[in-house]
């Protein structure tokens, strides 16, 4: 496809079960981001993978996300034991050398 | 990354051109401006960039003034569709981890018939 695809669009989990967020970046494109955005406030960076590397998890704000690219093109974006506090709308970008992000549609995590 | 700071919202009408002001007063010799939008329940969508000279393309112009501590976008002709909320980022044009964009709050854009 011609941009960066996300699945589900929309996920609804029980406190406590574990999701798995997917990410198809642009083909092509060496960089891709993992960002997290709360209602009314901007997208907060999570994860950077250059390729298959993961270069910084600065932002991953616990233990229970994990994200992984493994074969340097799909990217999943995991939380274990979800608490209510991760609802949010998970967006995933990817850039070519030296070209802007692009953005998904992301995904919007609802925890009940 | 320098910070930048927006108004929280403006408001236009329809068919007028949109002016939306950014200030950066800290900015680096090295960073550029960088604009992205957000429509309801979409992601980001870039718009444009500029380093210090004003740039054009087809969805809209920058204007970075010359002691480059401040910008405007402009859109010209503004539609229903542009209603959404903007985001001006500055940032370094490194590649790989450094190329992350730092979002702010932005400025919440409503277009009116």
């Known amino acids: 496809g011609a941009g960066v695809s996300q699945s589900p669009r929309y996920k609804v989990a029980k406190r406590g079960q574990d999701v798995a967020l997917r990410c198809d970046p642009i083909s092509g494109h060496v960089s891709l981001f993992w960002y997290q955005q709360a209602l009314g406030q901007g997208p907060e960076f999570l994860t950077y993978f250059q390729n298959e590397a993961q270069l910084d998890k600065s932002g991953l704000p616990s233990d229970r996300f994990f994200a992984e690219r493994p074969e340097g093109s799909v990217s999943t974006l995991k939380i274990q034991r979800t608490q209510q506090e991760d609802s949010a709308v998970y967006l995933c970008a990817s850039s070519g050398t030296g070209s802007p992000l692009h953005f998904g549609n992301g995904t919007r995590l609802t925890v009940t | 990354d320098a910070k930048t700071t927006q108004p929280p919202s403006m408001d236009c009408a329809e068919g007028r051109a949109a002016n939306l002001p950014c200030n950066h007063s800290?900015?680096?010799?090295?960073?550029?401006v960088y604009w992205y939008r957000q429509i309801h329940s979409q992601g980001p969508q870039y718009i444009i960039h500029?380093?210090?000279n004003n740039e054009t393309n087809e969805m809209a112009s920058l204007i970075i003034t010359e002691d480059r501590k401040s910008s405007t976008l402009i859109l010209p002709h503004a539609t229903l569709r542009d209603t959404a909320v903007y985001y001006c980022?500055?940032?370094?044009?490194?590649?790989?981890?450094?190329?992350?964009?730092?979002f702010g709050k932005g400025i919440t854009l409503s277009v009116r018939p």
């Open positions: 980022i500055v940032r370094v044009d490194y590649t790989g981890a450094n190329s992350k964009l730092t």
């Open positions: 800290t900015i680096s010799g090295n960073e550029y």
């Open positions: 500029g380093l210090k």
